[in-house]
């Protein structure tokens, strides 16, 4: 347990390393511009590329594939599935159904110029109003958070590279994964085994109901309420940095 400790805290110091010469590079940079600000590097996301709607009786199941950019998603008010998505250009973004699934794309063009404002390209931010249950959701992100704003009872999977993942109330089961990031929940009553793993961030869940809960941390605190071990279904916890709070 030391050694793993060990290797994780020279793992975080050379994060925080590179992190550092990068922040300097960027001062530097701002500095040698003279008055400039970094929004003016960064390209707004006022327009609005992408605004369809489709019926639930067609669409059952959605995956999301998003390079760069936040997903909010709220509750529909008329029963349709809608889709928006903000930003400077449509040629990185798609949407299409097959069969009873609709598949969105949202990719960064020139991936490699990131750290260089004058030529970035920062994909699209997207908004999604769906019904309050759903067969299956999907989302894959490498860079961007994940905002559930209203409740939401699916199979939900959320794979995120870097950006936290945030939701109001959650049914059915999910299986919530991120590289970088908090995970935030307020409430869950789930029902099937679900997941909550980050690897270097906070997770947070406010309320859940009667579940067996198994909570695991590596370098972190671990503080878990109401937990009922002889229960049928199970959440598990996992961070590696970070700390877990559940029902507290």
């Known amino acids: 347990m030391e050694k793993n400790n060990r290797g994780l805290l020279i793992t975080l110091i050379v994060l925080?390393?590179?992190?550092?010469?990068?922040?300097?590079?960027?001062?530097?940079f701002?500095?040698?511009?003279?008055?400039?600000?970094?929004?003016?590097?960064?390209p707004t996301k006022s327009q609005t590329v992408f605004d369809e709607?489709?019926?639930?009786?067609?669409?059952?199941?959605?995956?999301?594939?998003?390079?760069?950019?936040?997903?909010?998603?709220k509750n529909s008010k008329d029963g349709k599935i809608r889709v928006t998505a903000n930003g400077n250009t449509d040629d990185e973004f798609s949407a299409?159904?097959?069969?009873?699934?609709?598949n969105i794309s949202n990719e960064i063009m020139n991936i490699r110029s990131f750290f260089i404002f004058g030529s970035l390209k920062k994909g699209v931010d997207i908004v999604l109003y769906l019904p309050e249950e759903l067969?299956?959701?999907n989302i894959n992100s490498s860079f961007g958070n994940?905002?559930?704003?209203?409740?939401l009872i699916t199979s939900l999977t959320i794979d995120n590279d870097m950006g936290n993942i945030e939701a109001e109330?959650?049914?059915?089961s999910f299986d919530l994964n991120t590289n970088m990031g908090n995970i935030e929940i307020e409430e869950i009553n789930i029902t099937a085994d679900s997941k909550a793993v980050s690897n270097m961030g906070n997770i947070d869940i406010e309320k859940t109901n009667k579940i067996n809960i198994d909570a695991s941390v590596s370098?972190?605190?671990s503080d878990v309420k109401d937990n009922t071990p002889n229960a049928d279904i199970t959440l598990t916890v996992k961070t590696d940095m970070g700390d877990i709070e559940i029902n507290d």
Not at 16 to 28: E, H, M, P, R, V
Not at 146 to 151: A, L, N, S
């Open 219 to 221: 370098m972190g605190n």
């Open 146 to 151: 994940v905002k559930i704003e209203d409740k």
């Open 169 to 172: 109330k959650l049914g059915g």
């Open 96 to 102: 299409a159904a097959d069969g009873s699934t609709l």
């Open 16 to 28: 925080l390393s590179i992190i550092a010469l990068l922040l300097s590079g960027i001062f530097t």
């Open 30 to 42: 701002t500095l040698i511009s003279g008055t400039r600000s970094f929004k003016s590097f960064i």
């Open 135 to 137: 067969d299956s959701l």
């Open 53 to 73: 709607s489709y019926s639930t009786e067609d669409i059952k199941n959605i995956t999301i594939d998003n390079n760069a950019g936040d997903i909010i998603i």
